[in-house]
């Protein structure tokens, strides 16, 4: 997808939210507030989509237009690397760290501040690997759909290993790609049953490096039905492809990410309002209605759409399974599917 088209789905998304009223304390004292426009600015280093993150950063000025943000984009890998560089030299230039990867993080911990947003008590126990660490970003696995080519889309994850979907109709992200289709793959072998695989390998599935690919292959109907994280196949709905995703009842596998505010940070105000404000319901409220992120809070602000907060619950993995079972399973997932890395 080209970049502005990407920027046009979502800023026509997010026209469609507005800021609610709110009280100074759910972003932090006055105090606090005051120190952070005095800065009047901050460095951001982030993993996720840089223009996912620019639109973030637009909403949060929406309510603080007196902070600067700077945003450093680089893929997981190279930002923990340039990370660990930067630190080694005494020279961390970030003041705020947004990560997918849960354990890469925490294996960096003491390079962040003590922290907690003013909602600490709303955020799910599970979803935190360390007390500096919060998911300002929470993805979600849901089943994607081509409109055109599927007249009775799948209601479940087991649907995904009916016969009638033999012949590569089915695409998705193999599992060694990264952390989030971990997330999945544990998730199908713990909740859907250890044959899951194995059923759903007979039918042929189409495989593919990451989510981008498979969601532009289903748009263009070279396959019909791809489990794929929903903020990447919401931006194509936003933008009328023929798809539509659904949240199965067995359970959506979340991916919480760690964000933190570093020891070095030269704004440490600016950057706790930041968070403060992401990992406010304001700041959740908008991620869901505007990105197609999922929230760790324990009660969602809202909710995407097709969202039954009565059957649909979210799943989160059990960290220290999470790091234990990773390489073991993959190598059997790799087996299973024929895929050779």
């Known amino acids: 997808m080209k970049r502005r088209s990407v920027l046009a789905g979502l800023a026509g998304a997010a026209a469609n939210w507005t800021l609610p009223a709110a009280a ?24 996720n989509f840089a223009e996912t993150e620019q639109e973030v950063i637009k909403a949060f000025n929406k309510r603080f237009p007196k902070i600067k943000v700077a945003m450093v984009r680089a893929p997981g890998g190279q930002l923990i690397q340039r990370i660990k560089t930067e630190a080694a030299a005494g020279k961390l230039a970030a003041d705020v760290v947004n990560h997918s990867d849960r354990g890469l993080m925490l294996e960096l911990a003491d390079l962040f501040q003590d922290y ?4 600490a008590a709303d955020y799910r126990p599970d979803a935190l690997v360390s007390p500096k660490l919060w998911p300002g970003v929470t993805l979600g696995w849901s089943i994607a759909y081509n409109t055109e080519l599927v007249k009775n889309p799948p209601k479940t994850w087991m649907d995904l290993t009916k016969d009638e979907y033999k012949g590569k109709k089915i695409g998705q992200v193999v599992g060694p790609s990264g952390g989030t289709t971990w997330t999945r793959i544990m998730f199908e072998r713990q909740v ?3 044959d899951y695989w194995k059923k759903q390998a007979a039918l042929g599935i189409a495989l593919y490096p990451s989510g981008a690919p498979t969601s532009d292959a289903l748009v263009r109907g070279e396959i019909s039905i791809a489990p794929l994280l929903y903020n990447i196949i919401y931006t194509k709905i936003v933008e009328g492809a023929p798809a539509e995703a659904i949240f199965a009842p067995e359970g959506v596998p979340i991916i919480p990410y760690a964000d933190g505010v570093t020891k070095t940070s030269k704004s440490p105000n600016a950057a706790r309002l930041f968070m403060n404000w992401r990992l406010s319901k304001e700041g959740q409220t908008f991620a869901i209605k505007s990105l197609g992120n999922i929230t760790s809070l324990k009660e969602p602000p809202a909710f995407p759409k097709g969202w039954d907060a009565k059957v649909i619950k979210v799943w989160v993995p059990k960290f220290d399974e999470f790091e234990k079972l990773r390489d073991g399973w993959l190598e059997e997932w790799n087996k299973t599917y024929g895929y050779r890395q």
Do not use: R
């Open 192 to 194: 859907l049953g250890e």
């Open 116 to 119: 907690s947003p003013p909602n």
């Open 24 to 47: 100074q304390d759910e972003f932090g004292s006055k105090d606090v507030i005051a120190a952070a426009e005095k800065e009047g600015s901050l460095t951001y280093y982030t993993a």
